[in-house]
């Protein structure tokens, strides 16, 4: 008697749509129909024989020829959906950088922010008169430590970040010139980027920023019941009024790429819908992407237990209003789906959980390289800074540190290549360490996971051309 068949179960999630059926191979992220025969092998070996090879084929050999089965059952275990008793462990090399792939730096140009969010993460925050700004030189070598560490990219990315950027605009005209020449000169690509409280934009910043390409993201919780709560001056006032304001001055003047909305949501705000139709449809937003907060400082406004369950459940409610807009071919912005969906459709395989100490770094106001935007003013270590470049040993041990997590229980988690842990802060400000995995998020994203594929499924089948329309030119910005 041979070994005895078996499924290997955290490698396959099965998906049934308008009676179609649908195998989400999870090792590589991807989807593909299940056949008749398939579909009886699976439900054979679930039903508590132990069969080996030899005896699947007989429970099966009135339906199917032998070589079908044999065949069909060779492909399965090539993709690790059915063991014979060997182990189908994924292997995780450890990984070692001698050059780091960076494409994307994070420049921290200033402390100071005119606005005091109660729920702000960051730990460098300054009033605008104690605001710490960036240097010009320190710009600049940050540019030069991005080219030295990473010569070969074709396209690179400059991210200004703060407190509040536009409070150091002259700066930001600064770089800008500077990498303009400087990219062009080795026949490179630079984009640019923003997030902004868009309280000190003007129609001459609009106009100069769509004419430099600058990507924009505007941070708005939602009407004014839900943006006035937290997103107030130093002074104490609600700002919703003069953001509305210049939001629909942006949305007017600048056209150089879509413009995105990011929420974030405390305790007692778990009404995606009505912020999405308000930031969506009345003020006009492209996406709209909403952070829950769980492991703020202050503890007042993080979201409870029940808080965070709801806000699931109404980014699905939400959901399904994207899946029937895709359905029409249309797409209502609804960026965390948004995402889920391009991953999905892409085959991301994830072994970390972002691009964070790889892809991208952040530097802070005086030349300190951070692992990201997040981590600038934190206790967690610098790695290296920009006169003297990455430090490489550190960032290697702790990239490794996270992707070692055998004792975790996310090497077997059927959601490993798209969550891949979660994020460092989110680990850091909740556990105290951002290695560990965010564990309280772990049956949350299973769940939003799973509703993102039964979607992926109702629309490959139902509208596959969507994809291209939609997913595909996302990522490929001018």
Request: aromatic fraction near 8%.
């Amino acid at each position: 008697m041979g070994a005895p068949l078996s499924i290997v179960a955290n490698n396959l999630h099965e998906v049934s749509v308008a009676d179609r059926s649908y195998i989400f191979h999870i090792p590589s992220t991807s989807l593909f129909e299940r056949d008749f025969l398939t579909g009886d092998i699976l439900s054979t070996l679930r039903g508590g024989q132990s069969l080996d090879r030899q005896g699947l084929i007989q429970a099966l050999g009135d339906r199917y020829p032998e070589q079908e089965i044999q065949s069909a059952l060779q492909e399965l275990q090539s993709l690790s959906l059915i063991s014979d008793g060997q182990p189908v462990a994924e292997s995780r090399q450890p990984l070692v950088f001698e050059n780091f792939p960076l494409t994307t730096i994070v420049l921290n140009v200033n402390t100071g922010c005119n606005l005091s969010c109660t729920y702000c993460y960051k730990e460098d925050l300054d009033v605008p008169s104690a605001g710490k700004k960036m240097s010009f030189a320190t710009a600049r070598d940050s540019i030069e430590m991005l080219l030295k560490e990473s010569p070969d990219q074709r396209r690179y990315n400059i991210v200004f970040f703060g407190g509040e950027p536009l409070s150091n605009m002259p700066l930001i005209k600064q770089v800008i010139s500077y990498a303009e020449q400087r990219f062009a000169a080795i026949n490179k690509v630079v984009d640019f980027s923003m997030t902004t409280n868009a309280t000190m934009l003007t129609e001459k910043i609009v106009d100069y920023l769509d004419a430099h390409n600058v990507g924009i993201a505007v941070s708005m919780d939602g009407p004014a019941a839900f943006h006035d709560r937290n997103r107030i001056t130093v002074s104490g006032r609600g700002t919703y009024e003069v953001v509305a304001r210049k939001v629909k001055m942006l949305l007017s003047r600048y056209r150089a790429r879509p413009v995105g909305a990011r929420v974030t949501l405390t305790r007692g705000i778990t009404d995606i819908d009505t912020i999405w139709d308000h930031l969506f449809n009345t003020l006009g937003f492209h996406e709209v992407g909403f952070a829950p907060v769980t492991a703020g400082d202050v503890a007042s406004y993080n979201l409870s237990s029940d808080e965070l369950k709801a806000v699931f459940d109404n980014m699905k409610s939400l959901g399904e209003k994207y899946l029937d807009a895709a359905l029409q071919n249309q797409s209502i912005g609804f960026s965390n789906l948004h995402q889920l969906l391009t991953d999905i459709h892409e085959g991301t395989k994830k072994t970390l959980p972002c691009g964070a100490g790889v892809g991208l770094v952040a530097v802070d106001h005086a030349g300190g390289i951070n692992l990201c935007h997040r981590f600038t003013g934190s206790d967690l270590p610098l790695f290296g800074d920009v006169q003297q470049g990455l430090d490489k040993p550190g960032l290697n041990k702790f990239l490794n540190q996270r992707l070692e997590r055998n004792d975790a229980g996310c090497n077997t988690c059927r959601i490993r290549n798209l969550c891949a842990g979660g994020c460092y802060h989110e680990s850091y400000a909740h556990y105290g360490d951002p290695v560990t995995p965010t564990w309280h998020y772990c049956d949350l994203m299973r769940d939003w996971v799973d509703f993102g594929i039964a979607v992926y499924t109702r629309i490959l089948a139902e509208n596959p051309a969507f994809f291209s329309q939609f997913l595909s030119p996302r990522r490929a910005q001018p």
